[in-house]
């Protein structure tokens, strides 16, 4: 079956532009996660949503936002970037996290010059 | 969520067993221990999780100590493509999962 899938794969904006990162879970897979993933910081947490309801948030500021649509879909937006949100975005999706874990997509490499 | 300790790196010959310690010392009741590996330039892959009975899968198998303050997950007989950092992460089992992800541990397995 088909895995998660991100687009795009590789993206380069400039200061101050804004980006919409695009995921699609595995089929039936109605939590959808997203996380950063930088060399300093490692993988960190940005939200999860379940049913298009966001659940849970971790520390970013309100230029990171995200919605999932009624086809379990999902997209993350940042606005007004910085270099600092260079990094790799990667989606997950569960049919059941506690028993199943996340798949992970290949991610998205946001490049901001 | 509680904090984990796990060594920075570790070498294993392949065909053998790869031991990789997690410490978990601050871990609540109702948190389960979560591995998860990332192949470089790929997504993290969940592995296994248990609460405090050991588990095994087609994977590896996971043992958490008696007093849950400590695991090991055992890659029974390790090849190149097991070459990854692995974490350990605690977090609740239901509801909204926040994987926090500390440094891991670099395996990388020698021929």
């Known amino acids: 079956k088909a895995g998660v899938t991100q687009t795009p794969r590789y993206l380069i904006k400039t200061r101050g532009q804004q980006v919409t990162l695009s995921c699609s879970p595995i089929s039936g897979h109605r939590s959808v996660s997203w996380y950063q993933q930088t060399p300093g910081q490692g993988l960190q947490f940005l939200f999860e949503y379940f049913s298009e309801t966001q659940r849970n948030k971790g520390n970013f500021p309100g230029r990171f936002s995200g919605r999932q649509f009624s086809n379990s879909r999902s997209e993350m937006n940042v606005s007004t970037l910085e270099l600092g949100d260079s990094a790799l975005y990667l989606c997950?999706?569960?049919?059941?996290?506690?028993?199943?874990?996340?798949?992970f997509g290949s991610g998205t490499r946001l490049t901001v010059v | 969520d509680a904090k984990t300790t796990q060594p920075t790196s570790m070498d294993c010959a392949e065909g053998r067993a790869a031991n990789l310690p997690c410490n978990h010392s601050t871990i609540s009741g109702n948190e389960y221990v979560y591995w998860y590996r990332q192949i470089h330039s790929q997504g993290p892959q969940y592995i296994i999780h248990g609460l405090k009975n050991n588990e095994t899968n087609e994977m590896a198998s996971l043992i958490i100590t008696e007093d849950r303050k400590s695991s090991t997950l055992i890659l029974p007989h390790a090849t190149l493509r097991d070459t990854a950092v692995y974490y350990c992460?605690?977090?609740?089992?239901?509801?909204?999962?926040?994987?926090?992800f500390g440094q891991g541990t670099r395996l990388t397995i020698n021929p």
């Open positions: 992460i605690v977090t609740v089992s239901q509801g909204a999962q926040k994987l926090v």
């Open positions: 997950a999706s569960s049919l059941n996290a506690a028993n199943y874990g996340y798949t």
